[in-house]
């Protein structure tokens, strides 16, 4: 609950900030107005850390530019043209925007820009009442003219105006609302969220990368699955990753089978207290917790009902790569996580076949290098694949996982595992076997790296004498 006495103490405290009293003294001795404004002010009322102030003034650009160079060590103007003035204060980043009051074409979500003359105008503009109240400086005074406070004390994710309206000027708003439910952990608005199923089609205007932004940052959250839940709910997933609410497969009476959208959430949530317990102190895994959330998706298009009430889903993996890797790059992420995504989504069944039959040291060596460096993520992956309800099954494959997890150990304590090369080069091939560069370089390499592989280090001179009997096999 919060608490209004301690929220006002920790406005006191940002108003007091060094680098919010410098700038508030500069633009009072000037006659401006200044205000710390959004997520700075939402956070100190919840007692949450502040990252990146925000300020709103009546100044226009070329004032706030001219106020704030003394007190910056560096500043920039690419936002100049929408009143933003950008700069480096005490170490801090800061944006200083002049009051805005824009308008929407309706067609774009590029806004007309207008300057206000007000900073209640101003926050009204804004996406959300928690995100809409603003601090006075010098004189520290709340400024909420939208109800944000009653809003963050509820738990509750508003707009300042009526949702058609906000949504409708900005669609990417929407996926913000998703975003900032599992952010702030608060319900989002009966209204808002009858408005997000009504314009779900206008975030088609929205541009990929922007959308991909919007997931990127609500993977970051610390709950995730309250987002996508909003998202599946409302439809908005359907105009960008449909994927996700074709999971809610029909069971009818006959064939059985788990809830796959269910397991998928829970997967996803169980990744990332894996990721949390082996990784404390690093940022959140984006192409891990996406590969949670995706590893299924195969499944609805290779469902196959069997004799008896089975289900099938085979190659789901296979399958789910594929399509994972066509969806991420249709949202313009970057070729690295794209490919750390589709490889993980194909690889995260391997490991069962491990659970009904110990590998060989090879197979172990064979699972190494497929994964790469992969394979930390797929460690926590396959272990968050397991959401059965059956102790002793559950129980079985955590053990299976423990000891697949101490053979690679010994392995590398033995051998440069993470680095799986022939023992011989293409020069040493081609010199041995008197040939010049080209395919059959390749396939002899490719059967050295398999005897590596199957039989681990065997000294040159054996893999010499293995590539001559291969070669001389050929004929």
């Given at each position: 609950?919060?608490?209004?006495?301690?929220?006002?103490?920790?406005?006191?405290?940002?108003?007091?900030?060094?680098?919010?009293?410098?700038?508030?003294?500069?633009?009072?001795?000037?006659?401006?107005?200044?205000?710390?404004?959004?997520?700075?002010?939402?956070?100190?009322?919840?007692?949450?850390?502040?990252?990146?102030?925000?300020?709103?003034?009546?100044?226009?650009?070329?004032?706030?530019?001219?106020?704030?160079?003394?007190?910056?060590?560096?500043?920039?103007?690419?936002?100049?043209?929408?009143?933003?003035?950008?700069?480096?204060?005490?170490?801090?980043?800061?944006?200083?925007?002049?009051?805005?009051?824009?308008?929407?074409?309706?067609?774009?979500?590029?806004?007309?820009?207008?300057?206000?003359?007000?900073?209640?105008?101003?926050?009204?503009?804004?996406?959300?009442?928690?995100?809409?109240?603003?601090?006075?400086?010098?004189?520290?005074?709340?400024?909420?003219?939208?109800?944000?406070?009653?809003?963050?004390?509820?738990?509750?994710?508003?707009?300042?105006?009526?949702?058609?309206?906000?949504?409708?000027?900005?669609?990417?708003?929407?996926?913000?609302?998703?975003?900032?439910?599992?952010?702030?952990?608060?319900?989002?608005?009966?209204?808002?969220?009858?408005?997000?199923?009504?314009?779900?089609?206008?975030?088609?205007?929205?541009?990929?990368?922007?959308?991909?932004?919007?997931?990127?940052?609500?993977?970051?959250?610390?709950?995730?699955?309250?987002?996508?839940?909003?998202?599946?709910?409302?439809?908005?997933?359907?105009?960008?990753?449909?994927?996700?609410?074709?999971?809610?497969?029909?069971?009818?009476?006959?064939?059985?089978?788990?809830?796959?959208?269910?397991?998928?959430?829970?997967?996803?949530?169980?990744?990332?207290?894996?990721?949390?317990?082996?990784?404390?102190?690093?940022?959140?895994?984006?192409?891990?917790?996406?590969?949670?959330?995706?590893?299924?998706?195969?499944?609805?298009?290779?469902?196959?009902?069997?004799?008896?009430?089975?289900?099938?889903?085979?190659?789901?993996?296979?399958?789910?790569?594929?399509?994972?890797?066509?969806?991420?790059?249709?949202?313009?992420?970057?070729?690295?996580?794209?490919?750390?995504?589709?490889?993980?989504?194909?690889?995260?069944?391997?490991?069962?076949?491990?659970?009904?039959?110990?590998?060989?040291?090879?197979?172990?060596?064979?699972?190494?290098?497929?994964?790469?460096?992969?394979?930390?993520?797929?460690?926590?992956?396959?272990?968050?694949?397991?959401?059965?309800?059956?102790?002793?099954?559950?129980?079985?494959?955590?053990?299976?996982?423990?000891?697949?997890?101490?053979?690679?150990?010994?392995?590398?304590?033995?051998?440069?595992?993470?680095?799986?090369?022939?023992?011989?080069?293409?020069n040493e091939i081609q010199a041995i076997l008197g040939i010049r560069p080209g395919r059959e370089v390749g396939?002899?390499?490719?059967?050295?790296?398999?005897?590596?592989?199957?039989?681990?280090?065997?000294?040159?001179?054996?893999?010499?004498?293995?590539?001559?009997?291969?070669?001389?096999?050929?004929?």
């Amino acid at each position: 609950m919060l608490n209004m006495a301690d929220g006002l103490a920790r406005l006191g405290a940002l108003a007091a900030d060094p680098v919010v009293s410098d700038l508030a003294d500069a633009f009072a001795a000037e006659g401006f107005e200044l205000a710390v404004v959004g997520g700075p002010v939402r956070d100190a009322l919840r007692g949450r850390t502040t990252h990146d102030l925000d300020f709103t003034t009546n100044a226009r650009p070329d004032d706030i530019l001219r106020l704030v160079t003394p007190l910056a060590s560096a500043h920039w103007d690419i936002g100049r043209a929408f009143g933003t003035i950008g700069a480096r204060v005490r170490g801090e980043q800061v944006e200083i925007t002049t009051y805005r009051a824009d308008s929407y074409d309706g067609v774009t979500r590029k806004p007309v820009v207008e300057f206000g003359d007000s900073i209640d105008g101003d926050l009204l503009r804004r996406d959300f009442t928690v995100n809409a109240m603003a601090l006075r400086v010098p004189d520290v005074r709340l400024i909420d003219p939208t109800g944000g406070v009653e809003d963050l004390v509820a738990g509750r994710l508003r707009t300042p105006i009526d949702p058609t309206v906000s949504f409708g000027d900005d669609p990417l708003r929407m996926l913000r609302a998703a975003r900032f439910s599992s952010q702030l952990e608060f319900e989002v608005d009966a209204d808002a969220m009858t408005a997000m199923e009504q314009l779900a089609p206008t975030l088609d205007i929205v541009s990929p990368e922007r959308v991909q932004g919007e997931l990127i940052r609500l993977m970051q959250t610390d709950d995730p699955v309250r987002g996508v839940r909003t998202l599946v709910d409302t439809g908005l997933i359907q105009r960008f990753l449909p994927e996700v609410s074709a999971l809610r497969l029909e069971v009818d009476e006959h064939h059985h089978h788990k809830d796959v959208y269910e397991h998928s959430l829970t997967v996803l949530r169980q990744a990332i207290d894996l990721e949390k317990q082996r990784h404390p102190d690093a940022e959140p895994d984006v192409p891990l917790r996406i590969a949670a959330l995706l590893h299924d998706i195969g499944k609805p298009r290779t469902r196959k009902l069997e004799p008896g009430g089975a289900v099938t889903f085979h190659h789901h993996d296979v399958v789910g790569a594929r399509m994972a890797r066509k969806r991420l790059q249709a949202l313009r992420f970057d070729g690295e996580t794209t490919d750390a995504v589709s490889r993980l989504i194909e690889l995260h069944l391997r490991f069962f076949g491990y659970a009904e039959g110990v590998w060989t040291d090879s197979a172990v060596r064979r699972y190494v290098r497929d994964a790469g460096a992969l394979i930390e993520r797929l460690h926590i992956l396959v272990r968050a694949d397991v959401t059965t309800r059956n102790r002793r099954k559950a129980a079985r494959l955590a053990a299976a996982y423990d000891d697949i997890e101490q053979r690679i150990v010994q392995l590398r304590e033995q051998e440069e595992l993470d680095s799986i090369r022939p023992e011989l080069d293409g020069n040493e091939i081609q010199a041995i076997l008197g040939i010049r560069p080209g395919r059959e370089v390749g396939e002899a390499y490719r059967f050295l790296l398999d005897v590596r592989l199957d039989e681990g280090i065997i000294g040159a001179d054996a893999a010499e004498r293995r590539l001559r009997e291969w070669w001389a096999a050929r004929g």
